[in-house]
């Protein structure tokens, strides 16, 4: 079953940094990836990520340049040309971008866009919003930085370092309500500290174990084995 996740890249796009838009495309940065909606409907139709060129599926900032689709990650800039990205070092490092300060669904806003009378709000870690509406599809993975797995029932479970824990069903990933949001577990010998409770699965015996300080990109996979 752990070869389920380590055979398709799941990725989190809650956490949205920056925004653009070109005629009825928006286009999102995210720490999962680049995302194109459609609008005025706020369909997502595209989610690009390691798979399509990018060199992380971390994105910082989008912008559009003479109708050409720019993406700045922590070290180069990627160009979008026939549905994949193409990347190039960056010129210097990656400047951070203060915004001003607002919440929204109890998550910090970090850019906004006012686009043909629609509203769209970006924000980190509850997704990106349209006219008040949440347009960042549901069933993602719980964290783009994995530090447990394990299989319980016919069903994976995973631990995020920051994310807490959601398990994989037939629509997708779901998060559960623990007490804890940090798993910094990691197996793998005597002194490693015992793994966080789980309230649904502690005593039946749900074997965790350790999938290192790495995103669930297959190309990273090392910490998997």
């Not at 956490?15 to 653009?20: G, Q, R, T």
């Not at 599926?57 to 180069?76: F, I, L, P």
């Not at 197996?187 to 290192?212: D, E, I, L, V, Y």
Request: with cysteine; hydrophobic share 40%; proline share 4%.
């Amino acid at each position: 079953m752990i070869a389920i996740l380590l055979a398709a890249l799941w990725t989190s796009t809650a956490h949205v940094e920056s925004v653009a838009a070109i005629g009825a495309t928006l286009w999102a940065a995210t720490a999962g990836g680049v995302e194109e909606y459609a609008l005025p409907a706020g369909t997502r139709t595209s989610l690009y990520t390691t798979e399509q060129g990018l060199d992380s599926n971390a994105a910082h900032r989008v912008w559009v340049d003479d109708g050409v689709v720019r993406v700045r990650t922590e070290k180069s800039v990627c160009v979008l040309r026939q549905g994949r990205f193409a990347c190039s070092a960056a010129a210097g490092p990656l400047q951070a971008v203060l915004a001003v300060v607002g919440r929204l669904h109890g998550a910090r806003e970090t850019a906004g866009l006012t686009i043909g009378g629609q509203t769209i709000v970006a924000t980190a870690g509850a997704g990106l919003w349209l006219d008040g509406r949440r347009i960042t599809p549901g069933g993602q993975i719980c964290a783009n930085h994995v530090e447990a797995l394990a299989e319980f029932k016919g069903r994976l479970w995973v631990g995020g370092f920051d994310g807490g824990l959601c398990v994989l069903e037939d629509s997708g990933f779901r998060t559960v309500s623990t007490a804890f949001r940090m798993i910094p577990f990691r197996a793998g010998g005597s002194s490693s500290p015992r793994p966080p409770r789980c309230t649904s699965c502690a005593s039946t015996g749900a074997t965790w174990s350790a999938a290192g300080a790495t995103r669930p990109d297959r190309r990273r996979s090392k910490g998997w084995q």
